[in-house]
């Protein structure tokens, strides 16, 4: 009987470490394959991508050695020709982002007056950051660019460059500015389009992101860029101040709405004063006091 017991309690307990033992093992295997899928998903982890422009007000090095069209090499300081210059930074074969922001380009200046132009006011320099394009794609990119110019035949072909560089001339370049890119899937990059735009000394005045711009904003970033200023973009006082045409020749100034904003805060103002002005005439006045 007592045999009997012990063999029972043995069987019992050889199944609980069975059961103990397997478990054991699923959280071990459970542990691993979650470790993997955590390490893939590491592995896997976006890239950093867009514009930061914590870098405002930060210098960019104009010494560094660029290839021009013709493959001459070309520091930033000689693309600039001593202006206020506005960064593009694209890649010539790009399928995405970086034909419609050099379209941009090219409309800002077509919409811009003749007084304010390429090669008078600013430059334009384009920097392909792909290593691997070269001097003949980057003229063609050119040429293809300077015409859609149009009526505005002054314009220098020195103002509107189209620059290639080593992927270590690249890197400076791009880290300084806080341009932020990757490769991706299909042998291009990922990255977001913004003009940056330098003074003079190579200064980052102004950040103006996206894929159309303000002819007045550009004037007037360049404008600040040329007198040493840098500031946060103003994209919305120009919006709010300056209305496009109709036939979308240019930008025009929004008078009407500017001078009821201007007549709606004088008459607030008008309306305070004369407020205080009442209070200030209803209050009785102070008794005087007789000495004894």
Same mark, same amino acid.
């Given at each position: 009987?007592?045999?009997?017991?012990?063999?029972?309690?043995?069987?019992?307990?050889?199944?609980?470490?069975?059961?103990?033992?397997?478990?054991?093992?699923?959280?071990?295997?459970?542990?691993?394959?979650?470790?993997?899928?955590?390490?893939?998903?590491?592995?896997?982890?976006?890239?950093?991508?867009?514009?930061?422009?914590?870098?405002?007000?930060?210098?960019?090095?104009?010494?560094?050695?660029?290839?021009?069209?013709?493959?001459?090499?070309?520091?930033?300081?000689?693309?600039?020709?001593?202006?206020?210059?506005?960064?593009?930074?694209?890649?010539?074969?790009?399928?995405?982002?970086?034909?419609?922001?050099?379209?941009?380009?090219?409309?800002?200046?077509?919409?811009?007056?003749?007084?304010?132009?390429?090669?008078?006011?600013?430059?334009?320099?384009?920097?392909?950051?792909?290593?691997?394009?070269?001097?003949?794609?980057?003229?063609?990119?050119?040429?293809?660019?300077?015409?859609?110019?149009?009526?505005?035949?002054?314009?220098?072909?020195?103002?509107?460059?189209?620059?290639?560089?080593?992927?270590?001339?690249?890197?400076?370049?791009?880290?300084?500015?806080?341009?932020?890119?990757?490769?991706?899937?299909?042998?291009?990059?990922?990255?977001?389009?913004?003009?940056?735009?330098?003074?003079?000394?190579?200064?980052?005045?102004?950040? !103006?992101?996206?894929? &159309?711009? +303000?002819?007045?904003? *550009?004037?007037? %970033? =360049?404008?600040?860029?040329?007198?040493? #200023?840098?500031?946060?973009?103003?994209?919305?006082?120009?919006?709010?101040?300056?209305?496009?045409?109709?036939?979308?020749?240019?930008?025009?100034?929004?008078?009407?709405?500017?001078?009821?904003? !201007?007549?709606?805060? &004088?008459? +607030?103002?008008?309306? *305070?004063?004369? %407020? =205080?002005?009442?209070?200030?005439?209803? #209050?009785?006045?102070?008794?005087?006091?007789?000495?004894?």
């Amino acid at each position: 009987m007592t045999k009997i017991i012990i063999n029972g309690l043995r069987s019992k307990y050889e199944f609980i470490l069975t059961g103990v033992n397997m478990l054991i093992k699923h959280l071990i295997l459970i542990s691993l394959i979650s470790f993997s899928f955590a390490i893939a998903e590491e592995g896997m982890a976006q890239p950093e991508i867009g514009i930061d422009d914590t870098f405002l007000g930060e210098k960019v090095d104009l010494d560094l050695s660029f290839f021009d069209e013709n493959g001459e090499p070309i520091t930033l300081a000689a693309a600039s020709e001593g202006r206020p210059t506005i960064l593009a930074l694209v890649y010539y074969n790009c399928t995405s982002i970086c034909n419609p922001f050099l379209n941009a380009i090219v409309d800002v200046v077509n919409q811009s007056p003749q007084a304010f132009l390429p090669g008078d006011k600013y430059n334009i320099v384009a920097v392909s950051f792909d290593p691997k394009e070269d001097h003949e794609i980057a003229a063609l990119k050119k040429q293809s660019y300077f015409n859609l110019f149009q009526g505005k035949t002054n314009i220098p072909e020195s103002s509107f460059r189209f620059l290639t560089a080593d992927s270590a001339t690249i890197r400076t370049l791009t880290e300084s500015v806080g341009f932020k890119y990757a490769p991706d899937e299909e042998d291009g990059f990922m990255h977001a389009s913004s003009l940056i735009v330098l003074s003079p000394s190579g200064i980052i005045s102004r950040y !103006i992101r996206g894929l &159309s711009f +303000l002819p007045v904003e *550009v004037m007037i %970033s =360049v404008t600040n860029a040329m007198e040493g #200023k840098w500031a946060p973009t103003v994209k919305k006082i120009v919006k709010f101040c300056f209305a496009e045409e109709p036939e979308g020749r240019g930008y025009y100034f929004n008078f009407l709405k500017v001078t009821g904003v !201007i007549i709606l805060f &004088s008459i +607030l103002f008008t309306v *305070v004063i004369l %407020s =205080v002005l009442l209070n200030k005439k209803k #209050k009785p006045p102070e008794l005087e006091t007789k000495g004894a």
